[in-house]
């Protein structure tokens, strides 16, 4: 398994942010029926099915459902097209929730959610609220990550991403300092790589970046091993030459790297497959990568979205080793 620096203090945020919310006054339940075939109730019959696979906590559900309710219904009104984003791993042991809609409406309604949890410390909200300033772009993403669901200790955490060419100079001053940040920032100025999303969590204890970038090679082919090799040169282990080959097999439309730091390092890498073609690509990735698969409850999930597949497939490593997530959008 890859030794990624787990985000220790991610179990004391968690557990902090539960003990707020269940402190708080409960709103009543923004979901009474999700019976009609709306974009909106779609979404939130998926996310709801991905949660209860692998039965997430009462805390967790009740982080959901105040995220629901302060940030999901307030802005699904005016999110454009593929503005919903639910991303599940394999195993449903990790499940993230997102909407885009416009930078001054998430602004606002970033700042209601903190306030409806109590979160006591707001510096990374005025953060926020720089790097819009700092950045161009019209939107921003506001996601829900549940996170360790039935695992000994379930997390939960809340966070944004902005969708804009970043500058390494202004990266200096947001990004936690490590040595592998300056590894993965050296990587992308030799390769000339620039990011094309930054995001942070609004969470005060131990907050997570993340960047992206996008994978350009010769070939579909050689932009996967492109970023598998990135893999390495972060000092992680080779993947083996079966997931390589699964890897390399799955045909799609383009190719990014995704990564997110800590105040300790790197915690998280991700190679992202757009448009997978196919309908044993997850099968076969998993299998490769010896990572647990729920076939029936991602075919439920396809079922109550009403596709044939994921519009992504990430392969990752972090803490726990290497992994495999699938993503929607609506």
């Known amino acids: 398994s890859p030794e990624l620096k787990a985000r220790e203090a991610e179990t004391l945020a968690g557990s902090m942010v539960a003990g707020i919310i269940g402190r708080a006054n409960q709103p009543p339940s923004p979901f009474p029926k999700l019976d009609s075939q709306r974009r909106r109730d779609v979404a939130k019959r998926a996310a709801y099915l991905a949660l209860k696979v692998q039965g997430a906590s009462l805390e967790q559900m009740q982080f959901f459902e105040t995220y629901l309710l302060y940030v999901f219904d307030e802005a699904v009104h005016v999110t454009p097209k593929d503005g919903i984003m639910l991303q599940v791993s394999t195993d449903f042991y990790n499940v993230t929730f997102g909407i885009k809609a416009s930078r001054e409406l998430m602004l606002r309604l970033a700042n209601r959610f903190l306030e409806a949890c109590k979160v006591p410390d707001l510096r990374l909200y005025g953060r926020f609220v720089q790097v819009h300033q700092e950045t161009q772009g019209a939107e921003a993403w506001l996601f829900c990550y549940i996170k360790r669901i039935s695992g000994t200790h379930p997390a939960l955490d809340f966070g944004y991403t902005l969708e804009t060419q970043c500058d390494w100079l202004l990266l200096e001053l947001l990004l936690p300092r490590s040595a592998d940040q300056e590894t993965l920032r050296n990587i992308a100025m030799g390769e000339r790589r620039a990011p094309t999303s930054y995001g942070c969590s609004l969470m005060p204890v131990e907050p997570e970046s ?48 995704h990564a997110h730091l800590g105040p300790k390092g790197l915690t998280k890498l991700a190679s992202r497959i757009w448009e997978p073609l196919g309908d044993s690509f997850v099968e076969e990735v998993a299998t490769a990568a010896r990572t647990e698969l729920n076939a029936e409850s991602l075919s439920a999930l396809n079922a109550e979205l009403g596709v044939a597949g994921p519009a992504w497939i990430d392969f990752l490593a972090e803490s726990r080793g290497y992994s495999v997530s699938v993503g929607y959008l609506m």
């Open 210 to 257: 993340s960047l992206s970038f996008n994978v350009v090679d010769q070939s579909f082919k050689s932009s996967v091993l492109t970023s598998l090799f990135i893999f390495k040169a972060m000092g992680l282990t080779k993947p083996e030459d079966m997931l390589l080959k699964a890897l390399t097999s799955v045909k799609g439309k383009k190719v990014s790297l």
